[in-house]
């Protein structure tokens, strides 16, 4: 049974059932404290009552420190991860106990951190609460009846770019990559190109990874996860076979910030604007106008989800129209 005492000005409720941690709660009228006792006597005899304690004492601050520390470290962005996580945990929102983040203090969170970031970081701080919270309910037993940051609506963020790599571009590129003192820029520019492979994935490839007679790589441990087989072109293998030898048997030897710094020199020699990934955007594009289906396009460029990869895909409507100027699409009408 549940106790029901005045104290000062309050009535205080607590109550204690075996297996139960004991709970105690302050009302200021005792219709209310009555109302409470009762609600929760019957949640606790059909098992539905939830114990908010936990979530009264732990701030944002500290579920995200852990999720830093348990969690993130497993994932292949984890470093980059790291960064805005911490940043996220120095900012007011994280000052509140997890019982007290409702979604009025999300959204005035969203809204007032719109103001000095982009709306598609924005939404990615939303989504980093969302999911430690979501992680804390489902594998630490956090009780918590709503994910508040579940009914706050993202900001709309910008179209997919149309940016494309044209052929006199990349031309450019590899002719002064020839200059560069990173020797495999060059074969890195052309295997990107040709491949549709990721930065990090060529950054890995390894000599014993490449079957020259078959034209195929075994990419290892990717951004997804897991391991994949690509095919080759004739230009990409021969940009590979006419890189030197080394040490740890990798084709690039190369790392990160070495990498940027002569990329970014490349591009203040060329006047390139455009980002190293938007060759695979280039790539895919490619592949679709040279009519590939979707399935090889995924499986070559490591796309498992179709919304994302159609975010890669930047086919200009001249080009559809075209193919209505083909004598197998007049058929159709």
């Known amino acids: 049974m549940a106790s029901i005492t005045k104290r000062k000005n309050k009535w205080l ?32 005899e059909r098992g539905l009552f939830g114990n908010l304690e936990e979530a009264n ?77 979501n992680h804390a309910r489902r594998e630490w037993d956090l009780y918590l009846p709503i994910n508040p940051v579940e009914s706050i609506k993202r900001l709309p963020e910008p179209e997919p770019s149309t940016e494309r790599v044209f052929g006199w571009e990349y031309d450019m590129l590899v002719k002064n990559a020839e200059k560069s003192k990173l020797k495999c820029l060059k074969s890195l520019i052309i295997v990107a190109y040709e491949s549709g492979a990721r930065r990090g994935e060529l950054f890995r490839l390894l000599r014993s990874d490449v079957k020259v007679e078959r034209k195929v790589a075994h990419l290892r441990d990717t951004k997804n996860g897991t391991n994949r087989w690509i095919g080759l072109s004739d230009h990409a293998m021969k940009a590979l076979l006419e890189l030197p030898p080394t040490i740890s048997g990798r084709y690039f030897e190369t790392s ?15 006047g390139y604007k455009k980002r190293f990934h938007t060759f695979r955007a280039e790539f895919a594009t490619r592949c679709f106008e040279n009519g590939w289906d979707v399935s090889m396009v995924a499986t070559q460029g490591g796309w498992k989800d179709w919304k994302v990869l159609r975010r890669y895909s930047r086919i200009s409507g001249d080009a559809l129209a075209n193919k209505f100027s083909e004598k197998n699409v007049q058929n159709l009408f």
């Open 256 to 270: 990160l910030d070495q990498f940027k710094f002569y990329w970014n020199q490349l591009k203040r020699w060329t």
């Open 57 to 133: 004492t732990t701030t944002l601050a500290q579920l995200l420190e852990r999720y830093l520390l348990e969690v993130s470290p497993k994932k292949k962005s984890h470093i980059n991860e790291s960064y805005k996580i911490k940043k996220l945990m120095r900012m007011p929102i994280s000052e509140n106990t997890l019982a007290r983040l409702t979604s009025t203090k999300i959204a005035k969170f969203r809204e007032s951190f719109a103001l000095d970031v982009k709306p598609s970081t924005v939404n990615k701080y939303l989504t980093y609460i969302q999911v430690a919270i």
């Open 13 to 44: 409720v607590q109550i204690r059932k075996k297996n139960i941690p004991p709970l105690a709660k302050s009302f200021i009228s005792k219709h209310d404290a009555v109302r409470w006792a009762r609600e929760s006597e019957i949640k606790i």
